[in-house]
């Protein structure tokens, strides 16, 4: 199957040269006839990718810049759990990456794919703080280099694997590579915020939430904030901060809830809330309480009855066998 695999890609390799003589040939066929210009040809090659380039760098007009941070954050981290519940597809395994952590034993080359996709979100934090365009270009154009020589890769050397986690694993990376241009495009905005808590909305909320709920998450990201941003304060002075931005959404959100009641001034809190927040909740915590008693004790529905069936009974004498 190795030789197999090689020699498809020799192939593909060879044929792929022939095209590029191929094409070649039809150029110096086409400025012998007088239908092609070299030397302008050549110069708008060289030129344009460098007046491009410069134009990112050190664009003529003034860029407002725009937040995508959010977005793009949201695209790594689905593209990060992707890859590693797909891994075993990508590289052709028969077992789960279930199966390997029941048995404890995780592929070393997972372990690192998932530390550099976890850099490239640190790194992507780290200059989106510093709104550092252009070592995000730089960022940019590596990681496409990385991400379509990967899949290139995959395709051409590891053939007949699972082609729908591949395609799913290059439509994330072509999403957050869009992102990033756009981003490249837009430029950083001058002065960044906390999105979620800026303003209030239902899926702010909730995705604020989520973004809490998750372990180590916020603590990573108010580490990197204070660490790379120019401030004053110390770092639990910063957690503070955090803390008063926490403070006031849920505040944003309590207010919006009471305008959603129609409560007034003074009106007492309807009936329906404190049934499904005070009752429900309190019989949630009497089942934490009681259920795990309730499942050792003589009531269990696991106990089975163990009803005496046969009993013998044996007489010996001392110093004397059995009968």
Do not use: W
């Given at each position: 199957n190795s030789w197999e695999t090689q020699g498809s890609f020799f192939m593909d390799v060879w044929f792929d040269l022939g095209l590029v003589i191929l094409l070649v040939l039809n150029k110096l066929a086409m400025r012998k006839w007088g239908v092609w210009d070299l030397d302008r040809t050549v110069h708008w090659i060289?030129?344009?990718?460098?007046?491009?380039?410069?134009?990112?760098?050190?664009?003529?007009?003034?860029?407002?810049?725009?937040?995508?941070?959010?977005?793009?954050?949201?695209?790594?981290?689905?593209?990060?759990?992707?890859?590693?519940?797909?891994?075993?597809?990508?590289?052709?395994?028969?077992?789960?990456?279930?199966?390997?952590?029941?048995?404890?034993?995780?592929?070393?080359?997972?372990?690192?794919?998932?530390?550099?996709?976890?850099?490239?979100?640190?790194?992507?934090?780290?200059?989106?703080?510093?709104?550092?365009?252009?070592?995000?270009?730089?960022?940019?154009?590596?990681?496409?280099?990385?991400?379509?020589?990967?899949?290139?890769?995959?395709?051409?050397?590891?053939?007949?694997?699972?082609?729908?986690?591949?395609?799913?694993?290059?439509?994330?990376?072509?999403?957050?590579?869009?992102?990033?241009?756009?981003?490249?495009?837009?430029?950083?905005?001058?002065?960044?915020?906390h999105f979620l808590t800026k303003s209030y909305s239902h899926y702010k909320y909730y995705i604020y939430l989520l973004f809490r709920i998750v372990p180590f998450v916020f603590e990573m990201r108010s580490l990197l904030d204070w660490t790379f941003t120019k401030t004053t304060l110390k770092f639990w002075y910063w957690l503070k901060l955090e803390d008063i931005h926490h403070t006031l959404l849920i505040t944003r959100a309590d207010i919006q809830d009471t305008y959603r009641w129609g409560r007034q001034l003074g009106d007492p809190f309807p009936l329906w809330p404190k049934f499904y927040c005070g009752c429900l909740s309190f019989i949630g915590v009497l089942l934490v309480l009681f259920l795990p008693l309730a499942f050792y004790s003589t009531y269990s529905p696991a106990l089975d009855r163990n009803a005496i069936t046969v009993c013998s009974v044996a007489i010996a004498f001392v110093n004397a066998p059995p009968l």
């Open positions: 060289f030129s344009s990718p460098l007046k491009f380039l410069r134009h990112l760098v050190d664009p003529v007009e003034i860029r407002l810049g725009v937040d995508l941070y959010l977005v793009t954050f949201v695209v790594q981290l689905v593209l990060f759990g992707s890859f590693f519940l797909s891994y075993n597809s990508l590289v052709g395994l028969d077992t789960s990456i279930l199966t390997d952590i029941r048995t404890n034993l995780m592929p070393g080359t997972l372990i690192l794919v998932q530390l550099g996709l976890f850099l490239v979100i640190v790194v992507d934090r780290i200059l989106y703080i510093f709104r550092a365009l252009k070592a995000k270009i730089l960022m940019h154009f590596l990681l496409c280099s990385i991400y379509f020589a990967s899949v290139a890769y995959l395709l051409v050397v590891r053939r007949g694997l699972n082609g729908v986690a591949l395609k799913a694993i290059l439509l994330l990376s072509a999403v957050y590579l869009m992102l990033s241009a756009q981003q490249v495009r837009m430029g950083y905005p001058m002065f960044t915020h």
